[in-house]
Nanobody, 122 residues
Framework: QVRLVESGGGSVPSGGSLRLSCAVS?????IGWWREALGKEREGVAA????????YYSDYVRGRFTVSRDNTKNTVDLQMNQLMPEDTAMYYC??????????????????WGQGTQVTVSS
């Protein structure tokens, strides 16, 4: 089992940046970032393998967001640049043991954090 705690959310104007961090209790997992906007389904944002060698991004954020991890600090970060109002959502980090990525949906992730809110104003 792994525990995940997100931090770093907040409110920024359109075009701004935020850096989210996920503190993980174990580095042996693929970590994904997911988001859920009000009234919408949870959608994948980015994911990174346990060793950090491979990353995955949704088309909505590729080129604007960067996922990284520091296994010496047990953290997985999501740097978000060029934020848009459409990025407003609750952001979650989640862990899975095999087959890292976003293609199999949120149900493929076994463990979840409590979420952190990101609000982008126009």
């Amino acid at each position: 089992q792994v525990r995940l705690v997100e931090s770093g959310g907040g409110s920024v104007p359109s075009g701004g940046s935020l850096r989210l961090s996920c503190a993980v209790s174990s580095n042996n997992y693929c970590i994904g970032w997911w988001r859920e906007a009000l009234g919408k389904e949870r959608e994948g944002v980015a994911a990174i393998t346990a060793a950090g060698r491979s990353t995955y991004y949704s088309d909505y954020v590729r080129g604007r967001f960067t996922v990284s991890r520091d296994n010496t600090k047990n953290t997985v970060d999501l740097q978000m640049n060029q934020l848009m109002p459409e990025d407003t959502a609750m952001y979650y980090c989640a862990a899975r043991t095999v087959a890292c990525g976003l293609m199999r949906g949120a149900t493929a992730y076994e463990y979840w954090g409590q979420g952190t809110q990101v609000t982008v104003s126009s």
